[in-house]
């Protein structure tokens, strides 16, 4: 849990989750061949800093996910005092909607969760 990276964020990621909560630089998920992230991205210009050849990103849709996602940032708040942190929680009906799901394409058959609640919305090449 972070509240923003510079260049290279989750690159050679290989499992665990990540939670960013802020802006990310250029090569994001570079070499990522595990685990997940989850990236607040109100501005909806965090995928021109990733390679989408490799990665898929998607809005938090699945509740097995967003139930995943609001329980680390409960935790990071209580552990952290978070400002940034509280106000997504105060306002999580709308937040939630500001969240990519992001996680490498040969992940895909071995999730616990689709990444999506539509039918072929994911493709798992």
Same mark, same amino acid.
């Given at each position: ?5 510079? *260049? ?32 607040? /991205?109100? /501005?909806?210009?965090? +995928? ?7 990665? &898929?990103?998607?809005? &938090?849709? &699945?509740?097995?996910?967003?139930? $995943?996602?609001?329980?680390?940032? +409960?935790?990071? &708040?209580? $552990?952290?005092? *978070?400002?940034?942190?509280? $106000?997504?929680?105060?306002?999580? /009906? %709308?937040?939630? /909607?500001?969240? @990519?799901? %992001? ?7 071995? @999730?616990? #969760?689709?990444? *999506?609640? +539509?039918?072929? #919305?994911?493709?798992?090449?």
């Amino acid at each position: 849990m972070i509240e923003g990276c510079g *260049s290279n964020g989750c690159e050679y990621m290989t499992g665990g989750v990540a939670v960013i909560l802020g802006t990310i630089g250029a090569n994001f998920g570079a070499g990522m061949t595990g685990g997940m992230a989850y990236l607040y /991205d109100p /501005d909806a210009v965090a +995928e021109t800093y990733m390679n989408k050849e490799t990665l &898929v990103t998607c809005p &938090v849709t &699945v509740e097995h996910w967003e139930t $995943e996602l609001r329980g680390l940032i +409960e935790r990071h &708040v209580k $552990e952290t005092n *978070s400002r940034k942190g509280a $106000e997504i929680l105060q306002h999580w /009906d %709308i937040e939630k /909607d500001n969240f @990519l799901q %992001i996680c490498p394409k040969e992940m895909l058959p071995h @999730l616990a #969760a689709p990444l *999506s609640v +539509e039918e072929g #919305a994911i493709p798992a090449e």
